[in-house]
């Protein structure tokens, strides 16, 4: 029977791996000691000696040099999380050491928080939730205010594995959904039922912008004030990507001169804001604190995934969520 461990951090284990999964991954290896954490592998990297399976998460180590001289029998590192980007080094692809990750499980919470905010956003409601609240009545409503779901443009800016997964929930409502991403190919936008168009067309016709880019050097900055200069009376600004996509100073003054545009923000750079900024003090700014991606029970969701590409594996079919090494040049 194969040899494992799970290595990651204590808390992310006790919320992602359940005991559920963990008795199903069992039935198939065995679990050759307790979790191992960064800090107790310093003293316990003998254990690594005879694994040939590592199941992790976050709180990963990082796949290195060191690290992969201590597990010489490693065939697979199951990642139930995100990116790998911070993790897995070149020495990974010279061993051949196959690597999977949840990123696709995480992408469902994102794409279902996003869907949430484009409808309530359509309907200007942060706008008069906040205005209830600081003046205690109700506010007048403006139905020229509320651009309403019927008939309005959703913009989503990269059609990746949120993007297009945002645009599959979008079929649901009688809107018009349009995309910029240049990679993406006619067919598949035709697939998902969107118009392709440029990133200022983008700004310039949406009423909800929505922002699912992967931070890369190449997408650093790639927002700007003039893009939110561009924008529809009363429409709305979502991102959860990363905050460094946008030029938040820029972005800043346009939402200072334009009161009727709102931004809501899961991830901002850095992140938090720094104290005093005015993304916490702007009206038309809505910060939540990164929640957009799995938290809770979703995180199970991640481990799920592992458990049944760990199937996969023993089976020897072809793995459905694997990061290759070109896959890996690509990721956020």
Not at 35 to 58: H, K, P, Y
Not at 70 to 97: C, H, M, Q
Request: hydrophobic letters at 40%.
């Amino acid at each position: 029977m194969l040899k494992g461990l799970y290595v990651m951090g204590e808390e992310a284990f006790e919320r992602v791996y359940s005991p559920d999964i963990r008795e199903e991954i069992e039935r198939f290896i065995s679990i050759i000691a307790p979790l191992l954490t960064r800090e107790a592998l310093t003293d316990n990297m003998e254990l690594l000696r005879d694994v040939d399976v590592i199941f992790s998460g976050w709180g990963a180590p990082k796949l290195d040099k060191e690290f992969l001289r201590a597990v010489p029998n490693l065939k697979a590192f199951f990642y139930a999380a995100g990116s790998v980007k911070g993790i897995v080094t070149d020495d990974v692809w010279e061993r051949n050491i196959l690597v999977s990750s949840a990123y696709a499980a995480n992408a469902v919470p994102v794409a279902e928080y996003t869907l949430s905010q484009i409808l309530y956003s359509l309907k200007n409601g942060w706008r008069y939730a906040l205005g209830i609240k600081g003046t205690q009545r109700f506010v007048k409503k403006d139905s020229n205010a509320i651009p309403g779901v019927y008939g309005s443009t959703v913009g989503i800016i990269s059609l990746g594995m949120v993007g297009r997964r945002v645009c599959e929930h979008l079929k649901s409502f009688d809107l018009e959904v349009i995309a910029y991403d240049p990679y993406c190919r006619q067919e598949d936008a035709d697939e998902l039922g969107v118009t392709l168009c440029s990133l200022d067309e983008l700004f310039r016709r949406s009423d909800v912008v929505s922002l699912h880019t992967p931070w890369l050097n190449e997408t650093e900055g790639m927002i700007t004030g003039n893009h939110f200069e561009l924008m529809k009376p009363y429409a709305t600004f979502i991102n959860t990507s990363r905050g460094a996509i946008v030029k938040e100073n820029e972005m800043v003054k346009v939402l200072k001169k334009r009161p009727d545009l709102f931004a809501i923000l899961d991830v901002t750079f850095p992140e938090p804001p720094m104290e005093g900024s005015q993304l916490f003090l702007l009206p038309n700014v809505i910060l939540t604190p990164h929640i957009a991606g799995s938290e809770g029970a979703e995180c199970q969701r991640l481990a799920s995934y592992m458990k049944e590409e760990f199937k996969r594996y023993l089976k020897g079919e072809p793995l459905q969520w694997e990061v290759t090494k070109d896959i890996f040049s690509r990721l956020a």
